[in-house]
Nanobody, 112 residues
Framework: QLQLVESGGGLVQPGGSLRLSCAAS????????IGWFRQAPGQEREGVSC????????WYADSVKGRFTNSRDNAQKSVYLQMNSLQPEDTAVYYC?????WGQGTQVTVSS
């Protein structure tokens, strides 16, 4: 029943921006915290951010703080990750997560 679908990844040059989307179905998005994770080839999966309800909870990894911003649209049942000032080190497959449910991932490649 629970389903998460990521989109918005792609190829971008260093310094560029992307906005990732995570569409949720099978549960109420309101008041739920959604996590963003990423995994680079040969590396462990790491937490990127936690999308809390507005003015209640937001968390960002130190490596992305100040560059990435969470947002959500409860009516559209989607959460977003605005990624600015992207660097090659941000290259990874990005996943959204709720409890034990994971999306299929969306590839972000930062390269010149």
């Amino acid at each position: 029943q629970l389903q998460l679908v990521e989109s918005g990844g792609g190829l971008v040059q260093p310094g560029g921006s992307l906005r990732l989307s995570c569409a949720a179905s099978g549960f109420a998005l309101d008041k739920k915290a959604i996590g963003w994770f990423r995994q680079a080839p040969g590396q462990e999966r790491e937490g990127v951010s936690c999308v809390g309800v507005p003015d209640v909870h937001q968390w960002y990894a130190d490596s992305v703080k100040g560059r990435f911003t969470n947002s959500r649209d409860n009516a559209q049942k989607s959460v977003y990750l605005q990624m600015n000032s992207l660097q090659p080190e941000d290259t990874a497959v990005y996943y959204c997560n709720y409890r034990s449910s994971w999306g299929q991932g969306t590839q972000v490649t930062v390269s010149s």
